[in-house]
């Protein structure tokens, strides 16, 4: 709905728009949706397989909702969900995208590979939900992190370089402008001479490059290097579980989190490795739940209840 990619829109035989009209169109689709979410009363649906009573027509009223962008009579063909309607999620880190996040969304998917990062970005989306009278705790902040889970970082580096290798050679281009050093694509196997790693310098443009330039200077191969995630797009874990339960911790308790998104190298294993290796450490430490205390993905995150369009911000 708010994409920028050119390839996006001509999906649908158009050019991208304007950012005003993007967004202008996003913040009147939601509204639109929510109504739609609730054209059906909360009593509405009877079910009733012994009368054969489907539902009370009468609670079932249209929106009749016409804006600039978007419009329907409604009603919604559907009868709602348990949680009434369902969590919004968005993605994006402009100053329309924190208003829009500010104004709908429950939680935010975000990409940071800095604590500060991580924090100023919370911080933002919290701010715009207060300039719209919601409590900022309702907007949960969600970064992303990748994870290669072994028992050691060799064997780790080992799997991560079996499944990514293909890619290699295109990267070494970005990772030498990251470093800004020449970098050979036939010496794959070979750490970065001293004399080259003194000239190193982590680009300004790309946040990721001090972390790339670090892990270099630790004498790792160039494939190793690589196999670290230092171009990956979100921050990269390749190691046993605790590794992976410091860092989410200390982002935790930095204010620069409210939870994760987990992006493991191959699902089919990789969630498993997670769940076996990461969780119990997180559990430990009081920072996972031993159980789930609700039934629906609004009492998980602890948003608030709505029905409809919220009342504060219409």
């Given amino acids: 709905m708010t994409s920028s990619g050119d390839d996006v829109a001509a999906n649908y035989g158009s050019k991208i728009p304007s950012s005003e009209d993007r967004y202008g169109r996003a913040h ?11 054209s059906w009363g909360k009593d509405a649906w009877v079910h009733n397989q012994q009368t054969g009573q489907f539902a009370k027509k009468d609670k079932i009223l249209p929106v009749n909702l016409q804006g600039k962008y978007v419009g329907s009579r409604g009603p919604l ?24 996040a500010g104004r709908f969304a429950n939680a935010v998917i975000g990409a940071a590979f800095t604590i500060g990062d991580a924090r100023a970005q919370r911080n933002a989306f919290r701010e715009a939900a207060k300039r719209y009278g919601r409590d900022p705790d309702e907007i949960k902040y969600i970064p992303g992190l990748m994870t290669t889970i072994a028992e050691d970082r060799r064997t780790a580096l080992d799997r991560r370089i079996q499944l990514t290798q293909h890619t ?30 003194a000239d190193g310098r982590p680009s300004r443009y790309d946040p990721r490059s001090p972390h790339a330039l670090k892990i270099a200077k630790e004498g790792w191969s160039l ?29 935790f308790e ?8 987990i992006s493991p190298d191959v699902h089919a294993d990789g969630i498993d490795a997670f769940v076996d ?5 997180l559990q430990e430490r009081g920072l996972f739940h031993q159980d789930y205390e609700g039934k629906t993905l609004r009492k998980h995150l602890g948003a608030p209840e709505q029905y409809g369009i919220d009342a504060r911000i219409s």
């Avoid at 689709?29 to 609730?38: F, H, V, Y």
């Fill in 77 to 100: 063909y559907i009868p709602p969900s348990e949680q009434g309607q369902p969590i919004i999620f968005h993605a994006g880190g402009s100053p329309n995208a924190h208003e829009l």
């Fill in 223 to 251: 494939k190793d290097i690589l196999a670290h995630g230092v171009i990956d797009y979100h921050p990269v874990i390749v190691g046993p579980g605790i590794e992976a339960a410091d860092h989410m911790h200390a982002w």
């Fill in 277 to 281: 290796e990461v969780v119990p450490i």
């Fill in 28 to 38: 009147e689709a939601i509204q639109l949706i929510q109504a739609l979410w609730c």
């Fill in 254 to 261: 930095a204010g620069a989190a409210d939870g994760f998104w």
């Fill in 168 to 197: 290699f050679r295109q990267r070494i281009s970005y990772l030498q402008q990251m470093l800004g050093i020449p970098l050979d694509a036939a010496k794959l196997d070979q750490p970065l001479s001293k004399e080259l790693l």
